[in-house]
């Protein structure tokens, strides 16, 4: 039996490394960051909306940044949905400037409700139709002064869905929010700008994402309430032929959570949005991989294969390990190696994607220099606290509860604590 176990983790080691061996090409690709060239033939209207429940430390300086963009004033509108609201929010986002929409739904919870709440209220009053665009945030974000000038060229080129790059409020916290940070920034360089150079469609990941005003009308409104409504939202588009765009010089800043118990949570949501995405979407997936869409490919690997091979994989070693203590099997001790030399290729395998991520994006964070390097060392260790995250999804029903923001920084503020704030400047491309 112990032999079939370590046959079995061969097996699966093949298979993962098969799944995913064309995002160590991304890492190449992504090496080199491609930026528009050129300037907008025109400037767009847009509405920026931020579905905020009990956000009142933290919407005043998203609302301020957006307020400071270097994009004309007259062509931003700011609507904050407050949702199911116990405190302050909706005045302090009165007073900040916005248009506010107050919610109160305690059976529809959730940011895709709220939007859909939302853009049904302007398709009614017909404000919808003054807008090119809509651009989401979260209330804890904060904007580089250059997010929507940038967005507006890429959004100028054709693209009717575009995300940007998410940067941190809280980085150097501790190695939870370092975990989080690093992932987002990684994702950003190594997966949407590789996916951007080589004509692939990208993924929109939750906030600081513009989706045209035309596509929400002929969705009839914002129709994606899954766990994970954001990566829904990507494979819905994506296997309606749509191009998801990418603008890294649209910088925003979020906060990460910086407790435990809290990170727990809000990823056994993504864990099991994901599940259930694979679900509603999976066999629609395959098929367009076989019909010679990429993106499906892409999008399909993204939400399932690691998670599914992980939790097998420690499905089969936690039946193995016991029985081959207790029938002191002589195929123990290679079972141990091997389970040992799996944990290591893991260790290595993210401590080199955090190692390429850190050295390139050095500027763009801002913490301290030890803690950049520090951190490489414990990122692995946070990505290993997904496995049993996965597998307590698969069995658990979750539901979606709100995360508690807390860190109030302005742009400037964000940006001491970092040594250089200046983006790279890298040639500009045309695409």
Request: charged share 20%.
């Amino acid at each position: 039996m112990m032999k079939s176990i370590i046959l079995i983790n061969g097996i699966l080691s093949i298979i993962f490394s098969i799944c995913y061996i064309y995002q160590y090409f991304y890492v190449l690709v992504g090496l080199r960051r491609k930026y528009v060239k050129g300037e907008a033939l025109k400037n767009h209207r847009y509405a920026v909306v931020i579905s905020a429940r009990n956000e009142c430390q933290v919407l005043k300086n998203l609302i301020d940044s957006i307020r400071n963009q270097t994009y004309p004033e007259e062509l931003i509108d700011v609507y904050v949905i407050a949702d199911n609201c116990t405190d302050d929010t909706a005045d302090i986002a009165r007073s900040a400037g916005a248009t506010v929409f107050e919610r109160f739904n305690t059976e529809l919870v959730g940011k895709g409700y709220a939007l859909n709440w939302f853009f049904n209220l302007l398709k009614e009053s017909g404000a919808d139709s003054h807008y090119d665009a809509f651009i989401v945030f979260d209330a804890d974000n904060v904007l580089d002064t250059n997010f929507i000038y940038e967005m507006n060229k890429v959004y100028d080129k054709g693209y009717r869905i575009i995300t940007s790059y998410r940067n941190s409020k809280n980085y150097g916290e501790n190695w939870i929010t370092a975990g989080y940070s690093l992932w987002f920034l990684r994702e950003a360089r190594y997966l949407n700008n590789a996916r951007m150079q080589l004509g692939a469609s990208c993924a929109i990941s939750g906030t600081g994402f513009l989706v045209s005003a035309e596509l929400i009308r002929e969705a009839g409104g914002w129709v994606h309430h899954l766990l994970t409504e954001d990566i829904e939202f990507t494979v819905s588009n994506i296997l309606d032929g749509e191009k998801i765009g990418y603008c890294g010089k649209a910088v925003l800043y979020d906060e990460q959570p910086n407790k435990l118990r809290q990170s727990y949570l809000q990823r056994l949501r993504w864990a099991k949005g994901f599940y259930q995405v694979f679900k509603n979407y999976g066999w629609r997936l395959i098929k367009g991989i076989f019909k010679g869409n990429y993106s499906c490919y892409d999008i399909l690997m993204t939400i399932m294969p690691a998670m599914l091979l992980t939790c097998i994989s420690i499905a089969v070693n936690v039946l193995a390990l016991p029985y081959g203590i207790i029938t002191r099997s002589p195929d123990l001790l290679p079972l141990l190696k091997t389970l040992f030399g799996t944990f290591l290729s893991f260790y290595a395998l993210f401590f080199a994607l955090g190692a390429v991520t850190t050295i390139t994006e050095w500027k763009q964070i801002h913490c301290h220099s030890m803690k950049k390097i520090l951190y490489l060392f414990t990122f692995p260790l946070f990505m290993l606290t997904y496995v049993p995250i996965a597998i307590i999804a698969l069995f658990r029903k979750v539901k979606w509860e709100p995360i508690e923001h807390s860190v109030s920084v302005t742009l400037d503020e964000i940006y001491e604590e970092g040594e250089d704030t200046s983006i790279p400047k890298e040639e500009n491309l045309s695409l």
